[in-house]
């Protein structure tokens, strides 16, 4: 069975750009979680989306927004980007809605840089 | 904000013998602890968690130690081996997940 997968995989963006991160949850799982992992940090909530609503929103601003589709993928938008939006952007999957108390399974992760 | 902290950034130990990895916390919410490990180019890994009800949980090699009273929980890995190189974080749950910074850790053969 396949894992969770995102698109792509790198990514070069000039600051001011829009970007689009693509992630493809694990079969049967139903909640999609977004994290941002700057170097030297932990991995930092940004979003939940279970049955296509948002559960959960980290400290973000505005410019960071997501969207579940039907099938369970999620994508994730950045606008207006800052120099700070470089990071490694991960997708996490798992099963229904217990946050954390379910065991979440992560892509690999989109590398992002803003130049 | 750090409300998961992981003091040490790297361990390095000897094949064969323990590796413990520390992590404290500051919110008394926190009712799920999980530990994750990271290969390079790999998205985190779940290792094994806790509950808040529980102060140990053990899974073969693997055994987390949680004490609520000094916000402290730890990570037990007997024996180390090589392949248990990587970078280990400590994540806590209230219910969306807060990450520690992570240790490297090296298991030297």
């Known amino acids: 069975d396949a894992g969770v997968t995102q698109s792509p995989t790198h990514l070069i963006k000039t600051r001011g750009q829009h970007v689009t991160l693509r992630c493809s949850p694990i079969?049967?799982?139903?909640?999609v979680s977004w994290y941002q992992q700057v170097l030297g940090q932990g991995p930092q909530f940004i979003f939940q989306?279970?049955?296509?609503?948002?559960?959960g929103r980290g400290n973000f601003p505005d410019r960071f927004s997501a969207r579940q589709f039907p099938n369970y993928s999620s994508e994730l938008n950045v606008n207006a980007l800052l120099l700070g939006d470089s990071a490694l952007y991960l997708c996490?999957?798992?099963?229904?809605?217990?946050?954390?108390?379910?065991?979440?399974?992560f892509g690999p992760g989109t590398r992002l840089l803003v130049l | 904000d750090q409300q998961v902290k992981q003091n040490s950034p790297s361990l390095s130990v000897q094949e064969g013998r323990i590796s413990i990895l520390n992590c404290d916390y500051t919110n008394s919410m926190f009712d799920y602890f999980l530990w994750y490990k990271k290969y390079p180019a790999e998205g985190p890994t779940f290792l094994i968690s806790i509950s808040s009800i529980k102060d140990k949980n053990e899974d073969g090699r693997f055994t987390v130690f949680l004490n609520k009273s000094a916000k402290h929980l730890s990570l037990h890995i007997v024996p180390s081996q090589p392949g248990d190189s990587a970078v280990y974080f400590c994540a806590a749950s209230a219910p969306d997940m807060r990450f520690g910074a992570g240790t490297r850790l090296t298991v030297k053969p």
């Open positions: 996490a999957s798992s099963p229904g809605l217990a946050g954390g108390r379910e065991t979440q399974y």
């Open positions: 079969s049967g799982h139903k909640s």
């Open positions: 989306y279970y049955e296509k609503e948002e559960r």
